[in-house]
């Protein structure tokens, strides 16, 4: 963290300052089941021929963790549709194809995030109603949504695609399908008489949107051919099937052409032709005799009526035995397809760096402890933040007397810089920012449910702010966009369902500390666009006016505020030179703000709360762009302890509450 007021500040590009929105999960590499890339009607086409998909360049954060081998879809924005499976042929890379996607290869392609694909198994798209349950964590909007997907998600896409897989059919060609030549291996009949000759494949990929032609993918399925292996046992039934009906078809032929013997019914006739049309007919059929041939076989024969129900009856036992084999066949390839995605999220572990073990071990015992029950009234709830590598949108509840913590089910998006409070049992969480952009956006969580849901937007996007619940009243104080710092106050209006503005405090600050004490809102330092501030002010509901209060003794920002035994206590921050360990302590009964014993580290950005009596301050920046991962523990004459927590990673910009 640089040193001064530009510690504090990003400026992002004018045409994102107001998006609300950030572009990724940023997820980790060893955390990446697949990637969701985009399409329309009118470059579906290329992204097929071309085997690669893209994206815009500001999804390569991601984009750069694809493997060979990971799982890939592709949603078409035209009719909303998710098709698969597909797979990386290669890394993800930057400007495979630099003219992709262009009109004539004049200018630069849009989508620079690319990478090679081939097949894995083609299947009938999914529409977004089948697709979304999955991924609806991934939704930040009624039709927006993340496209990096975590394992656990990937490996039921797969399923539900898998089951819709499209089968081998024979099938005489039409005119509004395209029809493609392959050559399966050859194999002999059951009898060993005869072999499977190459046939026509008649695939019906409904990729584009449905006024669209369908499209060529012969290029794309080149690479999928092994798969019609799994198959050829069900084209086994297929050959002796048709013998079957071929042989049906010429006595039913014969019976009709007979006026000796009875007619089937016009039901049996129906039925017939309908079967007959349903399976394959590009067999030769043997020349019909004439009728008077006819009539003296018929003759001949006083059995050909049973013979018939016999070979309905064997027609209908070989219909039931290829669906039993087909049910078999796609159980057990979903069942690969999932034992394929665990192989990979293992590989990603087992070829971690050296300097990555510990960190490799240390998700591992998160994942054991996550199990473990914890109460939520003697722990602290940590959110979001900034690890030194991403943002974060974690949801973890972390007991500090016992070192141990627990996951629990994470925000829509990542953020740090947000600030978050309690009210009507749910937990809140208010603006903040990714990096690059303010968020406006606001996500409360049910503990009971473990579900995060969207709650109105903030009318401004901001970041570094304070969040207090007074009562049934949610406020929103200061904070800042990157280029001003704020005085405005918001507060929730549950009846109205949105925020308003309410008396604005009387001095900008971004980076404030604010916290309740006796139904009574304090807001405390800040950076006011030009200086770190000193002063403090209060706010009472009763009046709803902000009143000046005694000033610190130090200037702060970005510091924690917190409360203990009827005083406010003001922990470290940034004085606008240097981080710093300072603590003051204000009584509101004398009106003055004194020096307490300071911590051990000169911290800020740190997350802080009261747990029976003692305060515990936990990461944070030190100095020189180092993120902590220690905890520090403050009880009433006892002074500060500091301690390393064995199941905390290293992490500032977070937001913490003690319910």
Not at 97 to 112: F, I, K, V
Not at 273 to 302: A, Y
Not at 374 to 379: F, M
Request: proline share 4%.
């Amino acid at each position: 963290m640089n040193t001064g007021k530009k510690a504090l500040k990003f400026k992002p590009e004018p045409a994102a300052r107001y998006n609300a929105h950030a572009s990724c999960r940023n997820l980790g590499k060893c955390h990446l089941g697949g990637v969701i890339f985009g399409c329309t009607k009118s470059t579906i086409k290329e992204c097929l021929s071309k085997q690669m998909f893209g994206l815009p360049s500001q999804h390569f954060s991601y984009v750069m963790n694809i493997d060979p081998g990971l799982p890939l879809f592709l949603f078409n924005y035209s009719d909303r549709k998710l098709h698969g499976i597909f797979e990386a042929a290669s890394s993800g890379q930057m400007n495979i194809n630099t003219y992709g996607w262009t009109a004539d290869g004049a200018e630069r392609t849009p989508y620079p995030a690319q990478v090679q694909i081939i097949v894995r198994r083609l299947c009938q798209p999914l529409l977004e109603n089948q697709f979304k349950p999955i991924i609806i964590d991934n939704y930040y909007g009624p039709n927006r949504f993340w496209f990096e997907l975590d394992h656990a998600q990937t490996n039921k896409l797969i399923s539900l695609l898998a089951s819709q897989a499209i089968a081998p059919s024979v099938r005489p060609s039409t005119t509004n399908r395209r029809p493609f030549c392959t050559v399966l291996p050859s194999l002999e009949t059951r009898d060993g008489s005869e072999k499977i000759k190459p046939q026509i494949m008649d695939v019906q990929c409904d990729l584009a949107s449905q006024e669209a032609d369908t499209i060529d993918v012969t290029s794309s399925l080149d690479a999928g051919n092994s798969a019609f292996g799994a198959h050829c046992d069900a084209n086994e039934v297929n050959e002796e099937e048709s013998l079957l009906l071929h042989k049906l078809e010429q006595l039913a032929r014969n019976l009709h052409a007979s006026p000796m013997l009875p007619l089937t019914s016009d039901t049996d006739h129906t039925a017939l032709n309908k079967d007959e049309n349903l399976e394959n007919n590009d067999r030769s059929v043997e020349p019909i005799k004439s009728k008077e041939s006819s009539v003296e076989d018929f003759d001949s024969s006083t059995e050909l009526p049973p013979l018939i129900a016999e070979l309905v009856q064997e027609i209908q036992e070989l219909r039931e035995s290829k669906a039993e084999q087909t049910e078999k066949i796609v159980f057990l390839e979903e069942k690969l397809l999932i034992a394929e995605g665990e192989i990979l999220e293992l590989k990603s572990l087992l070829t971690l760096p050296n300097s990555n073990a510990l960190e490799a071990k240390r998700v591992v015992e998160e994942e054991q402890i996550e199990n473990s029950c914890l109460d939520p009234r003697e722990s602290i709830f940590l959110i979001g933040g900034y690890d030194g590598a991403s943002h974060l949108s974690t949801l973890e509840l972390y007991d500090p007397s016992r070192d141990m913590i627990k996951s629990l089910r994470a925000m829509r998006s990542v953020r740090g810089y947000a600030s978050v409070a309690w009210l009507n049992s749910q937990l809140y969480v208010l603006g903040g920012g990714n990096g690059c952009v303010w968020y406006n956006t606001v996500e409360s969580y049910n503990l009971e449910t473990d579900q995060w849901t969207l709650s109105p937007s903030l009318n401004l996007a901001k970041g570094s702010l304070g969040g207090v619940s007074i009562g049934n009243k949610l406020f929103a104080i200061g904070g800042g966009n990157g280029i001003e710092s704020l005085s405005e106050v918001e507060m929730l209006d549950l009846d109205l369902g949105r925020w308003i503005f309410t008396r604005s405090m009387r001095q900008r600050r971004f980076a404030v500390g604010a916290v309740e004490l006796n139904g009574i809102l304090y807001a405390t330092g800040g950076f006011d666009g030009s200086d770190y501030l000193k002063s403090a002010e209060r706010f009472d509901i009763r009046e709803h006016s902000w009143t000046q209060i005694a000033s610190m003794n130090e200037k702060r920002g970005c510091h924690s505020l917190v409360t203990l035994n009827e005083k406010l206590y003001a922990l470290g921050g940034f004085d606008g030179r240097s981080m710093v360990s300072s603590v003051e302590v204000y009584d509101p009964r004398m009106e003055s703000w004194i020096f307490e014993e300071p911590m051990e580290r000169t911290r800020g950005y740190a997350a802080a709360g009261v747990i029976n009596e003692s305060i515990y301050v936990i990461g944070g920046l030190f100095v020189d762009h180092k993120i902590l991962d220690t905890v520090e523990t403050y009880k009433e004459g006892y002074g500060w302890q500091e301690k390393t927590s064995k199941v905390l990673k290293k992490r500032c910009f977070q937001s913490a509450i003690v319910l």
